[in-house]
Every structure is written in structure tokens, then in C-alpha cells.
């Protein structure tokens, strides 16, 4: 369980506000966002937080690219330049958040790890405006906030195999920027370490048989025929290259395709039901980087913060680059 443990790193004030200023003096940008200039954002955030942020700092998150703990959390890091209000329709100008967005794909980069969007989900943007939606308000989706969200991965119906190409391939980790979280709203997470201490062995063995059905969640659009994305005959727990286990999971997402796969899946819902999980609160200007294959997340249901001023966190999947990809289909 110890390796799993969260690791925050916090940035010094004198350091924040010298990469603020050098991050909000960058030209090279043009008038490009990150869907159109992605690698100017990996380049030059990266190149202006190795310039200003501590060595200590610096040195833990080279340590990380290279032996990656279950998650990992930063602290006061500069926003943009003036305030911008929470979005109200998912979306927003992501031309007034060159600064966050240069913080945020400048630490991707300097962990090792490329951001990826799904052309499905989040009408293929690279960034997801986790941010209260009245229309959403009862939905099982980021932009809702009336019901909770249970213990989950994100793209359990994607591929799970090492080889799989990124745009097919379940989403290795889920990156956060705070923008503002006055309503204290923690996300929950849950190692799959932890879990599988609980799990009888005649459980996990069945998890790991290639006899379950996933189905796609309600941020998804449906596949090239309308019908919703599915996937079937897969395990739900595999190994990973670096000796891992890891987990695909969504409560009401996946069946069982035999008696004992079905018992298999009530038992491990039965046992992440009773643990409590970790907390973990991504504040204005937080940074936060979990292993979507090795830890399960949830929320609980919140009341937001009057038109603007409501919790706002900026995510982006991310993956780590190998050889070998299969290609496209």
C-alpha cells in the first residue's frame, strides 16, 4: 500500500510568481490553443517551468517520469493572468487560459507523458472543463454535481492491451489543473493495491479471464452506426508492462458473461463498496496526476457556488509513448 501513497510537491511563492511572469510573457504561441498547437504548449511550458521552478521540485518530478507512484500532486502553481469565470455550457475561450494551459502541458511534458483526446468523448477537445452544468446537474458525468459519482475508471471500454494504439486504447492517466474548488469538494481515490488485499484469490483469478462486457459511459457519443460503444470478451484485471495490476471498472457498465464472472464482479463491488479511499483536494492552482488503470476515483454529490464562481478543474488524459503500436484500424 505504501507505494501507492499521494506524494504533493509544493511550489514557493517567489518561485510561482517567476514562472507566472515568464509563462504570461510567452509570444511563441500565435493565436494557437492546445487543439491547435499542442506541441508549442508542451515545448515552451515545459522550457519556462525548467527555467524557474526549484531543482528540488524539478528533480522529484524527473524521479517520477521514471518510477511513477500511483499518483502525485503539486501546489500553488500560477494561474492566468486575471480572473476568468467558471464555465457555464462546458466549454470556454481557451484563449485566457494560455497560462494554465502552458503550467499544464509543460508539467505533462516534463513527466514523459503526451496528452491524448478521443474524437467521441468531449467533442474531441484535449481539454475537459470538469465544471457544473445545470442541464447536467443529474448526470453521471463531469458536468454534473446532484448525484454521485461511484468508484470508476475512465474508458473502461477502450483497449487494455499494452500494444493498443493510444486513440483506441484506455487512457493511461487523468491530469487536473484546479482553477477554483471553494466548495472544499475532495476527489476520492482508491488504489487498486488496496482493493485487491481485500479480494479472495478465486476473485481476482476470475477477473482476470477475458469474460466480461463493457459498455461505454454517458459522456460518450454512440459509435459510427448510432449503437452505444462496447466491448466484449475482456478481463477486467491485467498486468501491466512494469508489473502492475490494473483494473477496468464503471458501476453498471460491465456484466459478466458467465455464472462465475458474474459472482467475480458483485464480490469486488461488494469489497470497494466498504473501503473509504483517500482524499484528495485539487485547489486553485493544484496540479494533479493519477494512474487511471491502477487507482479507481469518485465524488460525492455537491451543491456549486453561484454562476461563476463554481468548482472548476481542467482535465487531460495523458499517456506514456512505447514501440511496438498496433496501428489504427
Known amino acids: 500500500m505504501t507505494k501507492s501513497r499521494s506524494h504533493t510537491l509544493r511550489i514557493p511563492d517567489s518561485s510561482k510568481a517567476a514562472a507566472g511572469a515568464a509563462l504570461d510573457a510567452v509570444t511563441e504561441l500565435g ?10 504548449y508542451l515545448e515552451y511550458g515545459a522550457k519556462q517551468l525548467r527555467n524557474h521552478l526549484p531543482a528540488q521540485i524539478l528533480d522529484a ?3 517520477w517520469r521514471h518510477t511513477p507512484t500511483a499518483w502525485l500532486t503539486l501546489a500553488n502553481l500560477p494561474g492566468p493572468h486575471e480572473p476568468v469565470p467558471t464555465p457555464r455550457g462546458g466549454f470556454c475561450d481557451e484563449s485566457l487560459l494560455r497560462t494554465p494551459n502552458l503550467v499544464h502541458f509543460g508539467i505533462l511534458r516534463l513527466l514523459g507523458l503526451t496528452p491524448i483526446a478521443y474524437p467521441w468523448e468531449n467533442d474531441g477537445r484535449l481539454i475537459r472543463n470538469v465544471a457544473p452544468r445545470t442541464a447536467s446537474a443529474r448526470t453521471l458525468t463531469s458536468w454534473g454535481y446532484a448525484q454521485p459519482l461511484d468508484w470508476h475508471t475512465d474508458d473502461s471500454v477502450l ?28 476527489t476520492e481515490l482508491l ?19 477475458p469474460d466480461f462486457t463493457v459498455t461505454a459511459p454517458e459522456s460518450y457519443t454512440t459509435d459510427d452506426d448510432g449503437r452505444p460503444l462496447s466491448r466484449s470478451g475482456v478481463p477486467m484485471l491485467w498486468t501491466l508492462p512494469d508489473g502492475n495490476p490494473a483494473l477496468r ?3 453498471g457498465r460491465l456484466t459478466g458473461l458467465t455464472d462465475e464472472a458474474h459472482e467475480a464482479l458483485a464480490n469486488l463491488e461488494h469489497h470497494a463498496a466498504a473501503l473509504p479511499g483517500t482524499p484528495v483536494l485539487i485547489e486553485e492552482g493544484g496540479f494533479h496526476i493519477f494512474d487511471n488503470r491502477r487507482v479507481m476515483h469518485r465524488r460525492v454529490p455537491f451543491q456549486p457556488l453561484p454562476e461563476g464562481q463554481a468548482r472548476w478543474l481542467r482535465r487531460c488524459y495523458a499517456y506514456r509513448p512505447t514501440a511496438g503500436l498496433a496501428p489504427v484500424d
Open 31 to 40: 493565436d494557437a490553443v492546445p487543439d491547435t498547437g499542442l506541441d508549442l
Open 61 to 63: 518530478l524527473a524521479q
Open 159 to 186: 483497449d487494455h492491451r499494452p500494444d493498443a494504439h493510444p486513440a483506441k486504447a484506455i487512457p493511461h492517466y487523468l491530469s487536473f489543473i484546479g482553477m477554483r474548488n471553494d466548495e472544499q469538494v475532495p
Open 191 to 209: 488504489p487498486l493495491d488496496t482493493l485487491l488485499e481485500t479480494l479472495p484469490t478465486r476473485t481476482a483469478e476470475a477477473l482476470r479471464r
Open 249 to 251: 471498472y464503471g458501476p
